[in-house]
């Protein structure tokens, strides 16, 4: 299904609205005023030259979008029943990355919104003199403003160092119980560190809410990650040329062409750590259905001899801030989880948060105790994913016994242990959200079992709860807890794991998090069949 057909006539119309909207702002604010409206005038008048020049420069990308939506037409006429040729990108068979438009897209918002601030600025920097202190409050968009500025620019040196990254596919479209190949250009030279990471995702978005409460979130369906050693990769004058072939097993679903929610699209990645900037492309590709299908490969062997299927390579648990340390005085090894690969993210939450509390602070100095609350609101939230992103770091110690899981707190080390012999297995739940980087925190999950009578450390809420209701039970044998008596509040406290201890917080993708999880698992010796 393609994404529906846009109309010039509601394109005119709108851009004449936004047109006429912002001539009135500029009558309005050129008219005669009193002194003390000269300020709001100025505003006024500035905020319509925006308005007026937006809707004028509208009409490029407008016009632009008829162009293409005239071609694309033309292509679902010539093929209905190949949807992949219906993108003259893939129709080609050249595929660009989505960086230079992230790029382009960014630094629209950034100036977009450093003319609305600093035009407000400049315009309420007189009531600053006439002890105005409220006005201060508008200096915190123009900050906002150089983070947006900051963001913008590093997506520009990543494109310009790199060049114009293409993905150019072997066959169009990559087939569902086939392959998806092809080679990644790169205009200029991959200086690699360590190795290349190649990453397959089918991801689907679904938007949840309306209004200022709509919000999109996308889950990894499926996904496989290889890694090419830096002297594999084909560098020579023309750039650098990274090899790709990934089979894709049946049951996986089709590129969806659609808009509308849920929409699922196909997301071929490389990345890798190089001196500056890293060198990150991102690319969509057409997976389909056709009827071809070929024999599933062999899992233990690669499909081409440059990859590597393991991702947990001692490169790639150091780029995760996984160590594996060596055995203690009493022989017991263990793995540290550390937060040093999330430092951007623990820098900007730490700037959101401190941000929000001097407007919770200017505000109430102003003596503006409503806003105060409601920001102080947020602002308590923004603490609070701050303190979870900083103290991350976890620490898993396998004894012959136990299974000892310390986490760094403000205060110290928290520990916990665990019997080794009851632990079922390790679970992978989804964490935080990064940009398109999705994190995971592994779960050390007990037998089933829970005790009716006693505590143990680790336990789930799920169970005091139960267990807080079992005691009512017996007290009142003839009120039942929300329909359930004795014996089934017990059956149900039976059913659930006796703890689950977190062992980590932030390992990056579900490749790494699975490879980590056997990993675990040999070390606590969790059996492989369960």
């Not at 080609?92 to 609305?116: D, S, Y």
């Not at 609350?373 to 976890?394: P, Q």
């Not at 659930?496 to 579900?510: D, E, I, K, Y």
Request: with cysteine.
């Amino acid at each position: 299904m393609s994404a529906p057909k846009a109309k010039a006539g509601c394109g005119y119309l709108f851009i004449g609205t936004v047109v006429a909207i912002g001539l009135l702002m500029l009558m309005v604010g050129v008219a005669p005023a009193a002194d003390s409206e000269v300020v709001g005038r100025r505003i006024l008048t500035a905020l319509g030259l925006l308005v007026v020049t937006g809707g004028f420069l509208f009409l490029i990308p407008m016009r632009r979008a008829l162009a293409r939506q005239a071609a694309q037409e033309k292509l679902e006429a010539d093929f209905p029943n190949q949807p992949w040729k219906w993108r003259p990108e893939w129709n080609a068979g050249r595929i660009e990355a989505t960086g230079g438009k992230a790029a382009l897209a960014m630094w629209f918002f950034a100036l977009l919104w450093n003319t609305i601030s600093w035009t407000s600025v400049f315009a309420a920097w007189p009531q600053i003199g006439r002890g105005e202190k409220a006005v201060w409050l508008v200096f915190l968009f123009p900050l906002v403003g150089v983070f947006l500025l900051w963001a913008a620019i590093y997506q520009t040196i990543r494109a310009r160092k790199f060049g114009r990254t293409v993905f150019l596919p072997t066959g169009v479209p990559g087939v569902v119980g086939g392959y998806l190949g092809g080679v990644i250009h790169v205009p200029s030279t991959v200086q690699s560190e360590t190795e290349v990471s190649l990453a397959l995702q089918a991801c689907r978005t679904t938007v949840t809410g309306s209004g200022k409460n709509r919000s999109v979130q996308t889950d990894i369906v499926w996904e496989h990650e290889v890694r090419i050693a830096r002297e594999n990769l084909a560098t020579g004058s023309a750039g650098t040329d990274i090899p790709v072939l990934f089979h894709i097993p049946a049951g996986q679903p089709d590129s969806d062409l659609k808009t509308s929610d849920p929409r699922t699209y196909w997301r071929l990645t490389a990345k890798a750590a190089v001196p500056g900037v890293d060198f990150e492309s991102t690319f969509e590709v057409p997976v389909f259905t056709t009827g071809e299908t070929v024999a599933t490969p062999d899992p233990d062997k690669p499909l081409l001899a440059e990859y590597r299927e393991d991702t947990a390579t001692p490169e790639a648990l150091a780029a995760a801030g996984i160590t594996l340390l060596p055995a203690g005085p009493g022989g017991h090894p263990a793995i540290a989880f550390s937060s040093r690969h999330i430092r951007a993210t623990k820098i900007v939450m730490a700037a959101l948060a401190f941000s929000a509390s001097a407007g919770v602070a200017a505000l109430l100095a102003f003596g503006l105790w409503v806003p105060a609350l409601f920001v102080g609101f947020f602002d308590l939230i923004l603490l609070l994913i701050a303190y979870s992103v900083w103290t991350s770091d976890t620490e898993v110690e396998v004894q012959p016994a136990e299974v000892v899981v310390r986490a760094r707190k403000l205060g110290g080390w928290k520990e916990q242990r665990v019997p080794r012999d009851q632990i079922a297995l390790v679970r992978t739940d989804k964490s935080m959200r990064s940009g398109e980087q999705q994190y995971y925190k592994l779960v050390l999950v007990g037998q089933a079992g829970a005790d009716a009578n006693q505590a143990v450390a680790g336990e789930p809420f799920v169970i005091r709860k139960i267990r807080y209701q079992l005691e009512r039970a017996r007290k009142h044998p003839g009120n039942p807890v929300a329909g359930q008596g004795t014996k089934e509040l017990i059956a149900s406290l039976h059913s659930l794991p006796r703890f689950q201890v977190t062992a980590a917080n932030s390992v990056p993708g579900p490749a790494l998090a699975a490879s980590v999880v056997r990993l675990l698992e040999q070390r606590i010796g969790v059996p492989a069949e369960r």
